[in-house]
Structure formats: C-alpha cells, structure tokens
C-alpha cells in the first residue's frame, strides 16, 4: 500500500512539473523581484533612464537576422519595448513570439538624429525584409529600450 501511495505521489509531482510552466532562461539570472510596467517606463522615459527593471509581457517581435532583440509588448495596446541583447551573448529564437517572458535590464533613452533615424530605419528594414519610407522621419527622435542582461520565457 506504501508503495502504491507513493508511486502515485511521484507520478503527480512529473505529471505537475511537465504540465506546469516550463521556463526557458536566457543570459543572466533575474534578481529583480517586483516589475515595472512597460506602460510606466513609455510614459516616463527620463525617471527610468539608467535604472534596472524587470518588466513582463508577451513576445511581439524577435530579430530575424541575429535574435539579438525582442519586443515585450506593454500592458497597453499597441505598446511595446525592445529588449537589445549584445550581439551574440544571447540568441533568442524566432518561435519565441507569442511565448510570454519576464526580462531584466538597464533602461537607455537617447535623442536620435534625423540623419541616424534614417540610417537605423534603412537598417531595420534590411533585417526585418521590409521598405523604409525617410519621409516619415520629420525630426530628432527619444529611442527607448531595455540593455538584455536575462530573460525567463514561458516555452508551454
């Protein structure tokens, strides 16, 4: 009877942890236990500029040339903050869009030239396969995004 109860407990805790959410991590372990709001850190770039934040949300885009970016998409629609990994430390995959992730990082807001705008448009485009139109740059720009230490993504 020990035995039966005990195989059933065993064959429980598998059954919990394959059914549960399994986690792939990318670079670094997370340390921050509490998030901030990608919809915070859009409407505030400047507070955030240099902090370290954990934000959460669905993967929206992944970089299709290198993996060495996602978008996290914010709790507004039609929202999103690029994750920018260094080239190479992490890869994420294409098939992570979708999946949900939880990333850590260092906020970076700069001013962006019209001339750099257009150069970084003309690029995106290339590794996205897309066209970029320079007639809707119209003036310096604040570019925000997250510099990628780890990620945690959702991979059921």
Do not use: H
Request: hydrophobic share 40%; charged share 30%.
């Amino acid at each position: 009877m020990k035995k039966i109860l005990f195989v059933s407990i065993l064959a429980l805790l598998v059954a919990g942890s394959l059914l549960g959410g399994a986690k792939k991590k990318y670079g670094k372990e997370l340390t921050l236990k509490q998030t901030t709001k990608v919809s915070e850190i859009v409407a505030n770039p400047e507070k955030f500029d240099g902090k370290r934040v954990l934000v959460a949300g669905p993967i929206v885009d992944v970089c299709k040339e290198r993996g060495c970016w996602i978008k996290i998409g914010s709790d507004k629609e039609f929202e999103s903050i690029r994750f920018k990994v260094q080239d190479g430390v992490i890869v994420f995959p294409l098939d992570l869009k979708g999946k949900s992730a939880v990333a850590e990082g260092i906020v970076s807001v700069k001013k962006v030239s019209v001339e750099d705008q257009i150069k970084s448009g003309e690029e995106m485009a290339k590794e996205e396969g897309t066209t970029f139109d320079k007639s809707t740059v119209t003036g310096v720009k604040t570019v925000l995004q997250i510099k990628g230490e780890g990620a945690q993504v959702d991979v059921k």
